[in-house]
């Protein structure tokens, strides 16, 4: 395009309007302010919430490129949230006029990994690509290489349905689990070549290989190989693992607002925690988009019935009709159950909660382990699986639940003894999650996320 040299610390980030993408970005986004950038994020009404505070504590430097969230044309794909991010790619031609009418417009474009065709844009623009991944190193490796090979591993696997015990293994990935077929195929739930969406989807994903950089929300203690991994896939060393990003410790509103404003005051939580001995508490969530099934969420109830475990049970208010009626009462004041938003970080935070039930989305992931509380792994989709797998079989820092295939429940006696077991102080998950939360305190306050955050900045000033 014939626009204007571009500005060297002005940056557009563009997040992905789904809670698990968008608020790392954002956390990202506080943490680059911090150090004289000018920044513009291109955002929805819907989410202006999310921002306003940042804007308001950073006038001058945040802005709002405030575009409307595209009709998502769901003929362009079945699955959600490819057609979301296919529809997204209607805002090119608005971000071009909003730069090219721009004083000082930015001379790098940092979008969610899912936006790949942001790729092009910076292209056009004659700008940098900065790709961030709400996923960790990981699960972004094992997504790059199953839509990367997507007609070969089919191949290889035949049907769908054959055999979904059918065991999925990435030989290019430094010791990288094997998968079930089930357990991967839902990334192309519907995948057809030649279809539009995914095809504009899966050149994205390969575009993303290409971009100056990578920004991770991880920590080298944590996937050191993974990060390493990275770079040799895209075969130079600009990929920074800058995790864990979240609030500071003592940032209250950080933690008690962050994502969204609670469903129940913070307060009321905090104070039924403050009453709780150290680590007796089990907190239960499975993220912003996933929901349990019917019988999932009933062998759940059950086995909180069983257990005599303290816990806090957060249910978002479309699943919450799921909780079966009388629960509740039955379990008294031995459990909070939040319907809706729960003040997540807060509540992992606070010393009273020991374990986590978690679906092992990566941001729930990484909050589980700085905040030290051992992980009882139930995922349910997306990079889950591959999450859960680092967490039980490589850093040995959590239990599974959900271990069976993909019609498996849970059985709720097992599950029971295993909320209560989850507490007992001399858990070797819990030693050893104690010691990955000192390394992921250090590595953000002294150690190597704040030393890549540095020379990640360095190539704006
Ligand atoms: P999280 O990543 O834990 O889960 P999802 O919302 O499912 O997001 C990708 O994000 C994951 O790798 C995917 O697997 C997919 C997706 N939260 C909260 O504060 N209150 C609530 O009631 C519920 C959630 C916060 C939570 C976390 C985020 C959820 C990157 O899972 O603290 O920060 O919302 O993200």
Redo the contacts with the bound molecule.
Sequence with gaps: SDSKPSTHNHILVYPLA????F??LLDLTRHLLRHGLTITVVISAANLPLLDPLISSHPASLHKLLLPDPPVDRSLSPHPLIAKVTATRQLFDPIVRWFESHPAPPATVISDFFLGWTHDLASYLGIRHVVFS???AL?YSVFHALWRDVLQIKALHGGEKDDENFVLSFPDIPNSPGLHWWQLSQVWRGYKEGEPGYESFRKGVLDNMTSWGFVFNTFEGLEGEYIDHVKKLIGHDRVWAVGPLLPDEHDRLGSTG???S??VPPDDLLMWLDKKRDDSVVYI??????MLSEKEMGALTDALKRSNVEFIL?V?ASGSSLIPSGFEHEVGGRGFV?K??????AI?RHRAVGSFV????????M?GVTSGVMMLTWPL????FT?AALLVDRLGVGKRVRDGGSESVPDSVELARLLEESLSVDRPERVRVKELSRAAIKAVKEGTSVKNLNTFRQAFI
């Design positions: 789904s809670s698990g993408h608020i790392p709400p996923s960790g699960g962050r994502g969204g609670s469903a969530c499975f993220g912003s988009r996933e957060c978002q939040v809706g938003w729960a003040p997540q970080l992992l978690t679906h092992c989305g990566w941001n729930s992931t909050e989709g997306a990079d889950q999450n």
